[in-house]
């Protein structure tokens, strides 16, 4: 069997995006890895969001190996990828107003923590009040969207505006409005989209920033090891154990 050409063109497009936010993001993904250190110095919690599929880059730092350890999910039940049935009731439920702000009320989030939102269009109602309503709390907010869809797309809350436009620090993916890199005769609809793997590549880089500052302010990065490798569990249960409070994932 000859080797696919179109897996050959989405690996080239996936890498040419990631190239681009490695160049062009720099200075962002700085930042937010700055803020997140900030927050874990001053003793402050560490929160991530996502609707869709959005919610994938959001999961994928919590509770990992090698992944920060204060990092928990800020889950919205009926959003978290496809967890209900019919899975349409999740996009729905991205365009409720109030939405947002009850989830947050009845959250551990508060003042001096952090709380990353994911959203591919940063359009719909959820992601804009939870970047609203944090920051009002007084949280930091830090976005990671397409900055594409501010201008070619509608918002869809009613004040008109975007996730980018609530945020502290934004952090743009760089995916094209709908999310399809490729095209191909007979295909009729563009697909193979990057944006997971763009996002996610962006939070882990953040990540790694925040470990790095950390170490410079002399702080130990309260990093999780793997629960495969000989010694991780105690490694783990350490970490759990310094730092419970800050972490909700394990209650």
Same mark, same amino acid.
């Given at each position: 069997?000859?080797?696919?050409?179109?897996?050959?063109?989405?690996?080239?497009?996936?890498i040419?995006?990631?190239?681009?936010?490695?160049?062009?993001?720099a200075?962002?993904?700085?930042?937010?890895?700055?803020?997140?250190?900030?927050?874990?110095?001053?003793?402050?919690?560490?929160?991530?969001?996502?609707?869709?599929?959005?919610?994938?880059?959001?999961?994928?730092?919590?509770? *990992? =190996?090698? /992944? +920060?350890?204060?990092?928990?999910?800020?889950? %919205?039940?009926? &959003?978290? $990828?496809?967890?209900?049935?019919?899975?349409?009731?999740?996009?729905?439920?991205?365009?409720?107003?109030?939405?947002?702000?009850?989830?947050?009320?009845?959250?551990?989030?508060?003042?001096?923590?952090?709380?990353?939102?994911?959203s591919?269009?940063?359009?719909?109602?959820?992601?804009?009040?939870?970047?609203?309503?944090? *920051? =009002?709390? /007084? +949280?930091?907010?830090?976005?990671?969207?397409? %900055?594409?869809? &501010?201008? $070619?797309?509608?918002?869809?809350?009613?004040?008109?505006?975007?996730?980018?436009?609530?945020?502290?620090?934004?952090?743009?993916?760089?995916?094209?409005?709908?999310?399809?890199?490729?095209?191909?005769?007979?295909?009729?609809?563009?697909?193979?989209?990057?944006?997971?793997v763009?996002?996610?590549?962006?939070?882990?880089?953040?990540?790694?920033?925040?470990?790095?500052?950390?170490?410079?302010?002399?702080?130990?990065?309260?990093?999780?090891?793997?629960?495969?490798?000989?010694?991780?569990?105690?490694?783990?249960g350490?970490?759990?154990?310094?730092?419970?409070?800050?972490?909700?994932?394990?209650?």
């Amino acid at each position: 069997m000859s080797d696919s050409k179109l897996a050959g063109q989405f690996f080239d497009a996936a890498i040419g995006l990631l190239e681009r936010v490695r160049d062009e993001e720099a200075g962002s993904v700085a930042a937010a890895g700055s803020a997140i250190a900030d927050t874990v110095a001053a003793g402050g919690r560490l929160f991530a969001f996502g609707a869709g599929h959005s919610s994938l880059a959001a999961q994928d730092v919590v509770y *990992r =190996a090698g /992944g +920060l350890a204060l990092m928990n999910l800020l889950a %919205v039940p009926g &959003t978290v $990828g496809v967890d209900v049935m019919p899975a349409t009731l999740g996009s729905a439920l991205e365009r409720v107003d109030g939405l947002a702000s009850a989830v947050l009320d009845s959250s551990p989030a508060r003042s001096g923590d952090l709380l990353v939102i994911i959203s591919l269009s940063g359009r719909n109602a959820l992601p804009v009040e939870m970047a609203q309503n944090a *920051r =009002a709390l /007084g +949280l930091t907010v830090v976005g990671v969207t397409s %900055v594409a869809y &501010t201008t $070619g797309t509608r918002s869809r809350h009613v004040s008109g505006g975007f996730l980018r436009d609530h945020c502290d620090i934004v952090l743009d993916s760089k995916i094209a409005i709908g999310d399809a890199e490729l095209t191909a005769e007979g295909v009729e609809a563009p697909f193979a989209p990057a944006s997971t793997v763009v996002t996610s590549a962006l939070m882990q880089a953040m990540m790694a920033t925040a470990a790095e500052e950390l170490v410079a302010r002399g702080i130990e990065p309260p990093l999780l090891r793997s629960g495969n490798v000989d010694g991780g569990h105690e490694w783990n249960g350490r970490v759990m154990r310094e730092y419970g409070d800050r972490i909700f994932y394990r209650h």
